[in-house]
């Protein structure tokens, strides 16, 4: 269990009013922790937010080495703050830990960390519909070194954000760019796990998709250039003549935690899911042949996202006619009853703080 240690801002900042938007506004307080080769994590504390500073030469900033996660805390009309599964953002910091071999945290001590972080600023959690306080822990390599290897010091910082709907257009239908030209992540690379090189191979795709009038890219396999792996911020889904599929973990799709409470509805609903390979041909095949009932997409930012259109070569397949499917829908009223508190909570999903 951490000792943590806090020290409260003498200088409170006013809470925002009107429109929140995603990850533009920070509370008043961050987490921060250590780490030194030979004496493991220490000095668990709770801080004013504010700047960080690190030596030009941190290792960070040359070779990359860094993890983050994303997830968040509501308050309910029960008037209870709730987090959703933080047991699993603990056991994925861990899964990318291991693979950029950076020091693993005890689960329990990061849930402990992130409910801290939550508790001391709970006053910043908004309550109109659609909004949450997001929570955003990452890891770092500190040391000041300029050689490729592991290195000896890192920080663990959570940071937190009153936030908004992801996409600005809440529930409405995104366009999805479907990326053929750049490649995001190979199996036996680190498209599993959640490092920032990944985001930043993403960037070139998500730029073409905006310039398009897209939302977000998705992405294809880097090897074949067919089966489909995820979006850039979201895992995917097809419901296709009654059953739901989306790709299967292969070592190059992040394995989401609403990725999996999907499943899990569904299958607790008698809905058929498949975890398997999948091509872009065969959605454009369902598409053609009147099956393609639904595409939405799953993350901890947009919880559902509901596909409207998909753009591949020079095709674009309309779907739903771009308006929100009903099992989209169905998910998204779940999920969000769950975080909320609205709805019973069979799977013990949600920690009330």
Not at 84 to 96: A, C, H, I, L, S
Request: charged share 20%; aromatic share 10%; with cysteine.
């Amino acid at each position: 269990m951490l000792d943590i240690k806090i020290t409260k801002t003498e200088a409170p900042r006013p809470k925002p009013t009107g429109e929140l938007g995603f990850g533009k506004v920070f509370t008043d307080h961050m987490f921060l922790m250590d780490y030194t080769e030979g004496q493991g994590w220490h000095d668990a504390r709770i801080v004013p937010y504010g700047e960080i500073s690190l030596s030009p030469a941190a290792m960070v900033f040359h070779y990359g080495q860094e993890m983050f996660e994303g997830l968040k805390a509501y308050r309910g009309a029960d008037g209870a703050v709730r987090l959703f599964r933080p047991d699993m953002n603990g056991q994925r910091t861990n899964t990318t830990n291991e693979r950029i071999c950076i020091p693993q945290i005890p689960v329990a001590d990061f849930v402990q960390a992130v409910s801290a972080a939550v508790s001391m600023d709970a006053d910043w959690i908004p309550t109109a519909p659609g909004t949450s306080l997001y929570i955003r822990p990452f890891i770092i390599a500190t040391e000041p070194f300029l050689g490729v290897q592991v290195s000896k010091r890192y920080l663990f910082a959570i940071i937190l954000s009153p936030s908004g709907s992801y996409y600005p257009g809440g529930l409405k239908p995104v366009g999805i760019w479907v990326e053929d030209d750049y490649v995001r992540a190979v199996r036996g690379g680190v498209g599993f796990a959640k490092t920032g090189g990944n985001y930043a191979a993403g960037l070139a795709a998500q730029v073409k998709a905006y310039g398009a009038g897209y939302a977000q890219a998705l992405w294809l396999d880097g090897v074949e250039r067919k089966y489909i792996e995820e979006v850039g911020a979201m895992n995917i889904f097809f419901k296709i003549d009654g059953k739901v599929i989306t790709p299967a973990l292969n070592g190059s799709i992040l394995p989401g935690v609403t990725r999996d409470s999907v499943m899990t509805l569904c299958r607790d609903w008698g809905i058929p899911v498949e975890e398997r390979r999948i091509s872009i041909d065969e959605i454009i095949e369902a598409h053609h042949a009147g099956v393609l009932e639904e595409v939405f997409g799953t993350g901890t930012a947009a919880v559902i996202a509901p596909v409207g259109k998909l753009r591949y070569k020079d095709d674009v397949f309309v779907i739903t006619e771009e308006e929100i499917g009903a099992l989209s829908q169905r998910l998204y009223d779940t999920v969000t009853g769950i975080q909320l508190g609205d709805i019973p909570d069979k799977f013990g999903w949600s920690v009330i703080l």
